[in-house]
């Protein structure tokens, strides 16, 4: 390159506008011109191509990989960190949603509901083959009564806490044999508590298994679509209450107590 050249190039470097590169790189192709064209790009080493590549991908594996194991310690965790369900109860729900054995119900809607008996009430299939069943019942003799049907969660909260310190349980106890709020199936205004009339001293306790109505009812309940809800040992750890049958003759009573199959069929 001549010094003339050299003298126009740096003029033309010194033009450039404050800033911008314009002339410099007009400065650059007009001496790329100058370059056989063979020897103008020089291929980058492939070593370093490997390398800068190889970087890039153990990067992008290593984010890959923590992302993936942070979703695998979370996932499990999530239950713990978020607060606990229930307000007052320092208990957690389980992977399969249940909080000291109860699984999570939603409350029935008002609109649904229809009385069985004075100050009782459950939805309206429910009711009526409730009111078909003791009405079954009473022709054979049998006299069943409702002792308790729909609660709503409010009156299960009290039942809970209220109840269970009157009678100094403490929540892991009183779970035993009462739901906490939002996880009882009188919620859903499928399940109704039954007694015997002619035995009201076995109203609530395992006593009234040596009932008429608790036969009548084992022989004849499933026709009307109730089961018991918590047998002996049943899988959800509940204790044994012979007088709460719910009510599944329904596809919504069905898949809401699904749950609750599933688990005693996943059990041996
Ligand atoms: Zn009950």
Do not use: C
């Not at 991908?57 to 369900?85: D, I, K, Q, T, Y």
């Not at 009430?121 to 009711?127: D, V």
């Not at 499928?190 to 109203?203: C, F, K, S």
């Amino acid at each position: 390159m001549s010094p003339r050249a050299t003298g126009r190039d740096s003029r033309e470097r010194s033009s450039a506008p404050n800033g911008s590169t314009r002339g410099l790189r007009a400065t650059r192709a007009g001496a790329a011109a100058d370059i056989p064209l063979a020897r103008r790009s020089r291929p980058q080493p492939s070593g370093k191509a490997s390398l800068g590549s190889r970087f890039r991908w153990s990067l992008f594996g290593s984010l890959l990989v923590g992302s993936l194991a942070v979703a695998l310690v979370l996932g499990p965790l999530r239950p713990w960190l978020a607060p606990p369900p229930v307000s007052g109860l320092n208990a957690r729900q389980g992977a399969d949603g249940r909080l000291l054995g109860h699984f999570p119900y939603p409350e029935a809607p008002v609109a649904s509901l229809v009385t069985v008996a004075p100050g009782h009430q459950l939805r309206e299939e429910a009711a009526q083959e409730l009111l078909a069943m003791q009405r079954a019942a009473a022709d054979d003799g049998v006299q069943i009564r409702v002792i308790s049907a729909f609660r709503n969660v409010a009156l299960q909260r009290h039942l809970f806490f209220e109840v269970g310190a009157e009678r100094n349980q403490s929540p892991e106890v009183r779970a035993r044999v009462s739901a906490p709020p939002g996880f009882s199936e009188h919620s859903t205004g499928y399940a109704v508590d039954l007694g015997d009339g002619e035995r009201p001293q076995t109203n609530l306790s395992t006593s009234f298994e040596s009932t008429e109505a608790f036969a009548w009812l084992q022989a004849n309940a499933a026709r009307f679509h109730y089961q018991l809800s918590f047998p002996a040992n049943n899988p959800q750890g509940v204790s044994y209450e012979p007088w709460h049958w719910r009510f599944e003759g329904s596809t919504d009573a069905l898949s809401l107590f699904e749950p609750a199959h599933r688990l005693g069929r996943a059990l041996p």
